[in-house]
């Protein structure tokens, strides 16, 4: 089944220490993106890519970068983690506008801890 | 900043009951989407209801809309204990580059008792 694959499900990392968070899909959308969700929360988005082009939201700390190789990889980079940064983070896809609004496709997202 | 507001913000009934929420927006929106969070889990898509649209049906779950009001409903009928999960709204959030995002509610934890 085409899908959003998140790993790990769970990482731990020392604070400042800094960690990679991965996602693939194999549903060959052209947007691929990264919400923050912390406990008892709605997600938050961080940041989008229309394919190559990448697009920060204006409050993402400069603290969380990404990188998208190809169409189905998407990385999140945490440069120096802080223990406000422990949350699940959730990758995403779909197509882009005027595709007849399809929806959004989760993962089932990592769950980061910061010791 | 958080377009929508769910309300409640937890909601425990007894199986076989129906239960509904309820969410608020701010701005005119395209189309308003309801989503469901398993615990640990990602979301998964429910129902996507259009702003020309008031009402919408899938299965045991039903949609209405109102505009005029900037409000929407997710009534989940003779629920079960495999529904116990959390319900998000959400609206479109117009991104640079051709791409749409979603802000999303604060959502409802529903719990269903056996």
């Known amino acids: 089944d085409a899908m959003v694959i998140q790993n790990p499900r769970y990482q731990v990392t020392q604070f400042g220490k800094p960690v990679t968070l991965s996602c693939s899909q194999t549903?060959?959308?052209?947007?691929m993106y990264w919400y923050q969700q912390k406990s008892s929360q709605a997600p938050k988005l961080l940041f989008h890519y229309y394919d190559k082009d990448f697009n920060n939201e204006a409050d993402t700390p400069d603290n969380f970068q990404s990188r998208r190789p190809n169409t189905s990889f998407c990385f999140l980079d945490i440069r120096s983690p802080g223990l406000g940064d422990a949350a699940m983070y959730l990758c995403a896809t779909s197509r882009p506008r005027g595709s007849s609004n399809q929806p959004q496709h989760f993962g089932d997202g990592t769950r980061l801890s910061i010791l | 900043s958080q377009q929508g507001e769910e309300d409640p913000q937890a909601l425990s009934i007894q199986e076989g009951e129906n239960a509904t929420m309820n969410c608020s927006y701010k701005?005119?929106?395209?189309?308003l989407q309801w989503y469901r969070q398993n615990s640990g889990r990602g979301l998964v898509h429910l129902i996507l209801?259009?702003?020309?649209?008031r009402e919408k049906h899938s299965g045991r779950l039903r949609v209405t809309l109102d505009t005029s009001k900037k409000s929407s409903s997710l009534l989940i009928t003779a629920s079960r204990a495999a529904d116990t999960a959390s319900y998000f709204c959400a609206t479109r959030k117009i991104l640079g580059g051709g791409a749409d995002g979603l802000t999303f509610g604060k959502g409802t934890h529903l719990i269903i008792q056996p």
């Open positions: 701005t005119s929106i395209n189309n």
């Open positions: 549903l060959n959308h052209n947007v």
């Open positions: 209801i259009r702003s020309n649209e």
